[in-house]
C-alpha cells in the first residue's frame, strides 16, 4: 500500500509501500476516497511539533469502510465516512460531557502502531489516522458514518479545516447576530471561521493577510473588510475601522505568538480573542495581565473547533447540502498522493486554499 511518510523535520515526505497491520477488534479499514492537505501537515513536516520519524501524515479524510474488526459496531462495510483526528470514544469524561474533542482516548488512539514500513520498523500515524495513503486501519472511534452525496473531496476537507474553523465560530466563540468579527489568516481554516461568522449572523468581517492575494477570496464568502497587515500595523488598522473600540471576536488562525496578541489586543473591552492555529510546543505568550482583568477580555484556545463530530459533521453536510456553507470553492486543485511535496509548496507560496489528494 502506498503512503507519504514523514522521515525527518524538513525533508520531503517519502511515498513508500507500507504494510499495515490487520485489524484488531475494534478497528475499522478505510479505503480513502480524498486526503486534504492541511497546514497541521506541514508543520508536522517542519517540527513545529515534534514527532520522530516513521510516521504517515494526513489528518483530513473521507473514505469508505471495507474492513470492520470483530467487535466493531459504530459502522459497517461500505458505509461512507468522515475521519475525526481526534476520537471520539463517546465514554470517557470529556466525551460524556460534550467536549469529545478533548476525548481521553486522543493519546492511546494516536500513538498506536498501524504496520510495518519496507525497512521492516513499525510506523505510526498521525493522530491515529494517516490518511496520506491509499488505506487507513482506525480506531472505530476515528471515524463518522455519513450519509450524503457530496464527493470525497468536501467530505475531506469536514474533518478537519472546516469542522475546525466553522466550529470556532460557532461553538468556540459563539459569535452573536450582528457582531464584528476580525480573523488573521486566510487559509483553509481562515475562510472557515470567516464562513462561520457569516453563518452565525455577524455584522461586520475584517480578514487580515499579507498582500492582496487573498482579497478576492475572502470577499467572496462574505468579508466585509480586508486588512493588509504589510500596510500597516493590523491593531491599528482594525482599530480605525471600528472607531478605536475593537472588534466583539477575533480570531488568529496562523499558529504564533505574535499574531495572536495581535487578536487578544484588537478586541473591544469584553470582547473575546480565540486562537485557533496551531503553535510550537515551546512557544510563549505574554499579555497584559492588568488588561485582561480590568477590560474583561476573554483569551480562548480552539481544538478541533471545540467540535462534537458525531453531531457536528452532519450539521456541517447539511449547510453545505442547503447552500449555506461553500466547501467546493476551498478545492483549490486535484491532486495525486506523489504530489503531495508540491502541495506543501504551493501552500507556503499561499498559491491555494486547500489541494485534495483524489489519486492514491
Do not use: W
Not at 506523489?338 to 501552500?347: D, H, K, L, Q, Y
Amino acid at each position: 500500500m502506498k503512503a507519504a511518510v514523514f522521515v525527518g523535520t524538513g525533508e520531503p515526505l517519502a511515498i513508500e509501500d507500507i504494510t499495515p497491520n490487520a485489524p484488531g477488534p475494534t478497528d475499522v479499514v478505510v479505503q480513502l476516497g480524498a486526503s486534504g492537505v492541511c497546514h497541521s501537515d506541514l508543520s508536522i513536516k517542519n517540527g513545529y511539533v515534534p514527532m520522530p520519524p516513521g510516521y504517515v501524515l494526513g489528518h483530513e479524510g473521507a473514505g469508505t469502510v471495507v474492513e470492520v474488526g470483530s467487535e466493531v459496531n459504530r459502522v459497517k462495510v461500505g458505509d461512507k465516512i468522515v475521519a475525526s483526528f481526534v476520537p471520539a470514544c463517546g465514554v470517557c469524561i470529556p466525551c460524556l460531557g460534550d467536549q469529545s474533542h478533548l476525548c481521553d482516548a486522543e493519546f492511546e488512539v494516536m500513538t498506536a502502531l498501524r504496520g510495518t514500513r519496507p525497512d521492516g520498523n513499525p510506523y505510526l500515524t498521525m493522530t491515529g489516522l494517516g490518511t496520506f495513503a491509499e488505506a487507513m486501519t482506525v480506531s472505530q472511534s476515528s471515524v463518522v458514518k455519513v450519509e450524503t452525496d457530496l464527493p470525497f473531496d468536501q467530505l475531506a476537507l469536514i474533518g478537519c479545516g472546516v469542522t475546525t474553523g466553522v466550529g470556532a465560530a460557532l461553538s468556540t466563540a459563539r459569535v452573536q447576530p450582528g457582531a464584528s468579527v476580525a480573523i488573521i489568516g486566510c487559509g483553509g481554516v481562515g475562510i472557515s471561521v470567516l464562513q462561520g461568522a457569516r453563518i452565525a449572523g455577524a455584522g461586520r468581517i475584517i480578514i487580515i493577510d499579507q498582500g492582496e492575494e487573498k482579497r478576492k477570496d475572502a470577499e467572496a464568502q462574505g468579508a466585509t473588510d480586508y486588512v493588509d497587515s504589510l500596510a500597516g500595523d493590523p491593531v491599528a488598522q482594525v482599530m480605525a475601522l471600528t472607531g478605536g473600540r475593537g472588534v466583539d471576536y477575533s480570531f488568529e488562525v496562523i499558529g504564533l505568538p505574535e499574531t495572536t496578541l495581535q487578536a487578544y489586543n484588537m478586541i473591544r473591552k469584553g470582547g473575546t480573542a480565540v486562537m485557533v492555529g496551531m503553535t510550537r510546543a515551546e512557544a510563549q505568550l505574554t499579555i497584559s495581565t492588568f488588561d485582561l482583568f480590568y477590560n474583561e477580555k476573554t483569551l480562548k484556545g480552539c481544538k478541533y473547533g471545540s467540535a462534537q463530530v458525531r453531531r457536528d459533521f452532519g450539521k456541517f453536510i447539511s449547510l453545505v447540502e442547503n447552500g449555506r456553507l461553500d466547501i467546493g470553492s476551498m478545492v483549490s486543485r486535484h491532486i495525486k498522493l506523489e504530489e503531495v511535496n508540491e502541495a506543501f509548496t504551493a501552500m507556503q507560496n499561499r498559491e491555494v486554499v486547500r489541494s485534495v489528494i483524489t489519486t492514491f
